[in-house]
């Protein structure tokens, strides 16, 4: 099973700064993804983190405010630009399985005041 | 893309037998997970199934059928630490590791 280091673990960010994010794997991985959950809600996918290349964000999710970082196999960065506090909730970056199931990091509270 | 249905809410006492049913249309299908939340914790893999019929994993089992677009989580012997939110994901066909989830189900073990 893959290790997955993300953070911070939290923070309380003001609007219209960005915050960014981390995730470290204790094992080299060829994708990567960011998930985000907001209050009350499931996990919806922000976009997959591809090393060498640009990440591949999903429906109604784009670069400008979610910049992603992808410099190896081990790592990876999301950041949340010019917050509002619709941007509250947890992000959360996954790895998949070497056969069935996605791991996932331990997630990033984040509350925009 | 994948719809992913599941009830929202579920109560049933301790030691008591709860169902968790989950109903997907799928563009394209690579299996279907459960996850457990805790409040404020990250999602922790409980069971996996790809092909069809009962994978039994000591207390929790999960169903599958793929033609009907259905599955269930059962868990037996409830504890009250299993109060937590369920949630049914598919995987895509076409990219390993990503899924789409359903909203959760939230279990409610009362004593």
């Known amino acids: 099973s893959a290790v997955i280091s993300q953070k911070p673990s939290r923070d309380i960010c003001q609007r219209g700064t960005s915050l960014t994010i981390q995730c470290q794997v204790d094992?080299?991985?060829?994708?990567m993804f960011w998930y985000r959950q907001q209050p009350g809600q499931s996990l919806t996918l922000i976009a997959t983190?591809?090393?060498?290349?640009?990440?591949?964000?999903e429906s109604g999710f784009v670069i400008d405010k979610f910049p992603i970082s992808r410099p190896n196999l081990t790592f990876s960065t999301l950041t949340v630009s010019n917050m509002s506090p619709e941007d509250s909730s947890i992000y959360l970056c996954?790895?998949?399985?070497?056969?069935?199931?996605?791991?996932f990091g331990q997630g990033t509270r984040l509350t925009v005041v | 893309g994948q719809n992913i249905d599941q009830p929202t809410e579920m109560t049933a006492t301790e030691g008591a037998i709860v169902q968790i049913n989950c109903t997907y249309q799928?563009?394209?299908?690579?299996?279907l997970f459960w996850y457990q939340q805790h409040a404020g914790e990250a999602p922790t893999f409980l069971s996996y199934?790809?092909?069809?019929g009962l994978e039994e994993k000591g207390r929790f089992s999960s169903f599958l059928s793929r033609s009907k677009g259905y599955s269930y989580l059962l868990l037996k012997e409830l504890q009250m630490k299993d109060s937590a939110s369920y949630l049914c994901?598919?995987?895509?066909?076409?990219?390993?590791?990503?899924?789409?989830f359903g909203a959760g189900t939230q279990v409610v073990v009362t004593p």
């Open positions: 983190a591809n090393q060498g290349s640009e990440a591949t964000y």
């Open positions: 994901a598919v995987r895509d066909a076409d990219s390993w590791g990503k899924l789409q």
């Open positions: 094992s080299q991985v060829t994708m």
């Open positions: 199934n790809v092909l069809d």
């Open positions: 799928t563009s394209g299908f690579n299996g």
């Open positions: 996954s790895v998949p399985g070497a056969y069935t199931e996605a791991f």
